[in-house]
């Protein structure tokens, strides 16, 4: 779980949001600096320690390896944990956001959450949580994005405003919070948040040393070199 300093509890919520890892993708470049020691992840009050993305990544790749195997694909642990890093950036921007705002993620959050909960219905629940938690990243700020919308919208006189004006009033809200807080993603994960954008990119204090680093370098979860992941051992591949 996210580790909180906040003293207000948060109310959690997820949407699916697609396992793109398999297909991550976000693009653009750009660096993160100022990491707490030990932090993978510092939003704002919340932080997620390397650990947790160590652990949930292992738990991502237990939860689609059948899809994989069955798929014959092999896909390399950077871009499982690029995508854990990533997605629990965006829940916990999200949960900053519920904070300030006193809102709660919309109620389609739990309706996709109920979804996923089904389709991993036979998994542990430790991969459940995973699940939850990681896939859901993303629709979870973006539900909570659309709440502050609408609480902006309405107390400016648009109370019947439509989800897709909300959600772009919540964007800039959330871009102005971020211009008074931190939100970094350490370099390692080759992902980046600005203005609440997260990209995907490396920045000048991460470069290959390696040929198989190189290629490592170039690829990217959308089109991986074929020789970098037949190039990994086996406890760097998900497959």
């Not at 069955?70 to 921007?93: C, D, F, S």
């Not at 871009?175 to 997260?198: C, K, Y």
Request: hydrophobic share 35%.
């Amino acid at each position: 779980m996210l580790e909180r300093h906040s003293r207000r509890p948060v109310a959690r919520s997820v949407t699916l949001a697609g396992l793109a890892v398999l297909g991550l993708l976000l693009s653009g470049c750009g660096g993160s600096l100022g990491i707490h020691p030990g932090s993978a992840v510092v939003v704002g009050s919340d932080s997620v320690s390397m650990d947790k993305i160590d652990t949930d990544s292992g738990l991502i790749c237990q939860a689609f390896l059948p899809q994989l195997q069955q798929g014959g694909q092999k896909v390399p642990m950077r871009y499982v944990r690029q995508l854990v890093a990533t997605n629990l950036a965006q829940r916990a921007l999200g949960q900053q956001l519920a904070d300030a705002y006193s809102v709660q993620p919309t109620p389609d959050y739990a309706n996709q959450v109920t979804q996923l909960t089904q389709q991993f219905a036979s998994a542990t629940p430790e991969i459940q949580r995973a699940v939850i938690d990681v896939e859901g990243g993303s629709a979870y700020l973006q539900n909570v994005q659309v709440a502050v919308g609408r609480q902006l919208l309405a107390a400016s006189g648009s109370p019947s405003a439509s989800t897709k004006s909300a959600f772009q009033r919540g964007q800039v809200a959330t871009q102005d919070w971020l211009r008074s807080h931190s939100a970094t993603i350490d370099p390692v994960f080759g992902a980046s948040v600005d203005g609440g954008a997260f990209t995907q990119g490396y920045d000048q204090t991460s470069y290959p040393l390696s040929t198989l680093a190189a290629a490592g370098f170039r690829s990217t979860s959308q089109s991986a070199d074929p020789a970098y992941t037949t190039g990994l051992p086996p406890s760097q591949i998900c497959g």
